[in-house]
C-alpha cells in the first residue's frame, strides 16, 4: 500500500489531528509455533508493514511506498491450490499437524487480472529462504527469488503493462515479476518490519474466509474485471479488513465508493493492527449491556454463539533482517490518526507493554479470570437490556452466560495442559 504522496496531502488538506510517523521501538516478539497451533491449527493473522527502501545497486530499482506501508493477511491451516495456474486456496488436508501450514495473501498495484496472490508456507511469507540469524546477502537474495519461481506463487498473474518500463534491458519479464515482488508479496522480512494480529478461527470459519477470497479474485480471473489498486477505494487493508469481515469479525469495508467519501475513510494498515488487536481483546464482556449494543458482536453471537474478543489472539512484532546487505532497514510506518477518537498511538504502546496481548500463557490466563468475574456477577434480566430493535433479548442473554461458561472451561483446560515452563 503505498501513501507516500496521498497521506501528506490529505493531514494538510483535511485538518486531521495527527499523520504521525514511526520508527520500529517495540520489543520484537514472536509465537511458540508448536504449541499455539496444537491449541488453535487454525487462525487468520493481519500484519501491518513498514515502508521499504531498496539499496542502489542491488538488482532492479525499487521506488520506495512511503510511510503508509502495506499489509499481508497470513491464513494458517490454508494451502494453496498448486496445479490451478491461478492464485486459488483451499483448506489443508486434515489429520496432520498445522504448524508452519497457511499461505500468506498480498495484494499489489502491480496485477491486472487479480486481487491477491499466495505465497505458501509461513516462514517462507515472512523469511524467504534465509535462515534465522543469517542475515541478508545478494546470495539469499537470489536464491529466495528462485525458490518463489519454483513453488510458481505468480502462476497465471498477469501485470499491468506499465510496471514494466523500469524493466532491466535483458531481463526477462518473468525474472523482473518475482524481483519487484520481493519484500511485498513474499520474503516480507527482506524489506519490511511487521506488526502482526494473529486470531484464532474455527475450520468452518476458515473455511468461508476461503470462499470468499476466491470470489473476490473470480471477476479478475476470468477477465471480467481488471483489477485497479486505489489507496482510497481499494487499497491491500481493504482485502484483509473484508476477508475478517466475512465471518463477523467486524463491518465490512466499502470498496470503489465516492473519492471524497473515500478520503475521509479508508483502511491504513497500523491502524488496522490497532484496531484488531483492540475487536479481539478488548470488547467489553463483562459488561453484556455494552455488548449487546455492539452490533456486529451481538449478531456474531445469536448467529454462531462467538463474541471477537477471544482467548488466543495475539499480538507479534518483528523488524526486518539485519545485517542486510539489500535493504535499508531505518524503516517507518505511520498512523493515519483521527481528530476526535485517534489515541491509536496509546493504543499501540499498550499492546506492547501488557503480556496478555503477546504471551500466549497469559492470555489464557487473562481470559479466565474475566469468565471468572463474569460469571460470579448475578445474570442479567433481558428485559433489563434496552433498545431492543434487533434480535431475541432472551436469546441473547442465554447465549452470553452460556458461551462465557463454555470459555471458561475451555480455557482452564488449556491453562492445564500448558507445559510447565515453556514459553507461550
Same mark, same amino acid.
Given at each position: 500500500?503505498r501513501?507516500?504522496?496521498? =497521506?501528506?496531502?490529505?493531514?494538510?488538506?483535511?485538518?486531521?489531528?495527527?499523520?504521525?510517523?514511526?520508527?520500529?521501538t517495540v520489543?520484537?516478539?514472536s509465537? $511458540?509455533?508448536?504449541?499455539?497451533?496444537?491449541?488453535?491449527?487454525?487462525?487468520?493473522?493481519?500484519?501491518?508493514?513498514?515502508?521499504?527502501?531498496?539499496?542502489?545497486?542491488?538488482?532492479?530499482?525499487?521506488?520506495?511506498?512511503?510511510?503508509?506501508?502495506?499489509?499481508?493477511?497470513?491464513?494458517?491451516?490454508?494451502?494453496? =491450490?498448486?496445479?490451478?495456474?491461478?492464485?486459488?486456496?483451499?483448506?489443508?488436508s486434515?489429520?496432520?499437524?498445522?504448524?508452519?501450514?497457511?499461505?500468506?495473501?498480498?495484494?499489489?498495484s502491480?496485477?491486472?487480472?487479480? $486481487?491477491? *496472490?499466495?505465497?505458501?508456507?509461513?516462514?517462507?511469507?515472512?523469511?524467504?529462504?534465509?535462515?534465522?540469524?543469517?542475515?541478508?546477502?545478494? *546470495?539469499?537474495? &537470489?536464491?529466495?527469488?528462485?525458490?518463489? &519461481?519454483?513453488?510458481?506463487?505468480?502462476?497465471?498473474? =498477469?501485470?499491468?503493462?506499465?510496471?514494466?518500463?523500469? +524493466?532491466?534491458?535483458?531481463?526477462?519479464?518473468?525474472?523482473?515479476?518475482?524481483?519487484v515482488?520481493?519484500?511485498?508479496?513474499?520474503?516480507?522480512?527482506?524489506?519490511?518490519?511487521?506488526?502482526?494480529a494473529?486470531?484464532?478461527?474455527?475450520?468452518t470459519?476458515?473455511?468461508? /474466509?476461503?470462499?470468499?477470497?476466491?470470489?473476490l479474485?473470480?471477476?479478475?480471473?476470468?477477465?471480467?474485471k481488471?483489477? #485497479?489498486?486505489? =489507496?482510497?477505494?481499494?487499497?491491500?487493508?481493504?482485502?484483509?479488513?473484508?476477508?475478517?469481515?466475512?465471518?463477523?469479525?467486524?463491518? +465490512?469495508?466499502?470498496?470503489?465508493?465516492?473519492?471524497l467519501?473515500?478520503? %475521509?475513510?479508508?483502511?491504513?494498515?497500523?491502524? #488496522? %493492527?490497532?484496531?484488531?488487536?483492540?475487536r479481539?481483546?478488548?470488547?467489553?464482556?463483562?459488561?453484556?449491556?455494552?455488548l449487546?449494543e455492539?452490533?456486529?458482536?451481538? @449478531?456474531?453471537?445469536?448467529?454462531?454463539?462467538?463474541?471477537?474478543?477471544?482467548?488466543?489472539?495475539?499480538?507479534?512484532?518483528?523488524?526486518? /533482517?539485519?545485517?542486510?546487505? *539489500?535493504?535499508?532497514?531505518? @524503516?517507518? @510506518? *505511520?498512523f493515519?490518526?483521527?481528530?476526535?477518537?485517534?489515541?491509536?498511538?496509546?493504543?499501540?504502546?499498550? /499492546?506492547?507493554?501488557?503480556?496478555?496481548?503477546?504471551?500466549?500463557?497469559?492470555?489464557?490466563?487473562y %481470559?479466565?479470570?474475566?469468565?471468572?468475574?463474569?460469571?460470579a456477577?448475578p445474570e442479567?434480566?433481558?428485559?433489563?437490556?434496552?433498545?431492543?430493535?434487533?434480535?431475541?433479548?432472551?436469546? %441473547?442473554? @442465554?447465549?452470553y452466560?452460556n458461551?462465557?461458561?463454555? &470459555?471458561?472451561? #475451555?480455557?482452564?483446560?488449556w491453562?492445564?495442559?500448558?507445559?510447565?515452563?515453556?514459553?507461550?
Amino acid at each position: 500500500m503505498r501513501l507516500r504522496a496521498v =497521506v501528506p496531502m490529505l493531514c494538510a488538506s483535511l485538518g486531521l489531528a495527527a499523520c504521525s510517523a514511526a520508527h520500529f521501538t517495540v520489543p520484537e516478539s514472536s509465537a $511458540n509455533e508448536r504449541l499455539y497451533t496444537s491449541l488453535f491449527p487454525y487462525y487468520s493473522e493481519f500484519c501491518g508493514l513498514s515502508e521499504i527502501k531498496k539499496k542502489p545497486g542491488h538488482g532492479v530499482e525499487i521506488i520506495g511506498g512511503g510511510p503508509g506501508g502495506h499489509s499481508v493477511l497470513y491464513l494458517n491451516g490454508v494451502c494453496r =491450490v498448486t496445479d490451478a495456474g491461478y492464485p486459488r486456496i483451499a483448506l489443508c488436508s486434515e489429520g496432520a499437524s498445522m504448524e508452519g501450514r497457511g499461505v500468506g495473501l498480498s495484494v499489489n498495484s502491480h496485477f491486472q487480472n487479480a $486481487n491477491w *496472490i499466495a505465497t505458501e508456507g509461513r516462514d517462507f511469507l515472512y523469511h524467504g529462504d534465509v535462515a534465522p540469524g543469517e542475515g541478508l546477502t545478494e *546470495i539469499g537474495y &537470489q536464491r529466495t527469488q528462485t525458490k518463489a &519461481q519454483r513453488m510458481g506463487i505468480l502462476d497465471g498473474v =498477469v501485470f499491468h503493462p506499465e510496471v514494466f518500463d523500469g +524493466k532491466p534491458a535483458g531481463m526477462s519479464d518473468h525474472d523482473y515479476m518475482y524481483e519487484v515482488s520481493v519484500a511485498t508479496d513474499y520474503a516480507i522480512a527482506f524489506g519490511r518490519d511487521r506488526y502482526c494480529a494473529r486470531v484464532p478461527m474455527e475450520r468452518t470459519e476458515m473455511g468461508a /474466509i476461503v470462499d470468499y477470497l476466491n470470489q473476490l479474485n473470480e471477476p479478475y480471473r476470468t477477465g471480467r474485471k481488471e483489477f #485497479e489498486w486505489d =489507496v482510497l477505494r481499494n487499497n491491500c487493508s481493504h482485502m484483509v479488513h473484508n476477508a475478517l469481515a466475512s465471518v463477523g469479525l467486524w463491518d +465490512k469495508w466499502p470498496t470503489d465508493r465516492f473519492v471524497l467519501i473515500a478520503a %475521509f475513510d479508508f483502511p491504513v494498515p497500523k491502524n #488496522e %493492527f490497532v484496531n484488531l488487536m483492540r475487536r479481539t481483546n478488548d470488547l467489553p464482556l463483562a459488561d453484556p449491556r455494552a455488548l449487546y449494543e455492539d452490533r456486529m458482536a451481538r @449478531l456474531s453471537l445469536l448467529r454462531d454463539g462467538r463474541v471477537a474478543t477471544m482467548p488466543g489472539a495475539l499480538a507479534e512484532a518483528e523488524r526486518a /533482517i539485519h545485517p542486510n546487505d *539489500i535493504y535499508d532497514t531505518d @524503516l517507518r @510506518l *505511520i498512523f493515519y490518526d483521527e481528530p476526535v477518537f485517534g489515541h491509536y498511538q496509546e493504543w499501540f504502546d499498550r /499492546i506492547f507493554a501488557e503480556r496478555r496481548y503477546t504471551d500466549l500463557r497469559a492470555n489464557l490466563a487473562y %481470559f479466565s479470570a474475566l469468565y471468572a468475574t463474569v460469571l460470579a456477577t448475578p445474570e442479567i434480566a433481558a428485559s433489563s437490556l434496552q433498545h431492543a430493535d434487533d434480535g431475541d433479548l432472551a436469546t %441473547f442473554s @442465554l447465549r452470553y452466560r452460556n458461551y462465557v461458561t463454555r &470459555q471458561k472451561d #475451555e480455557v482452564d483446560r488449556w491453562l492445564s495442559e500448558l507445559p510447565a515452563g515453556e514459553p507461550g
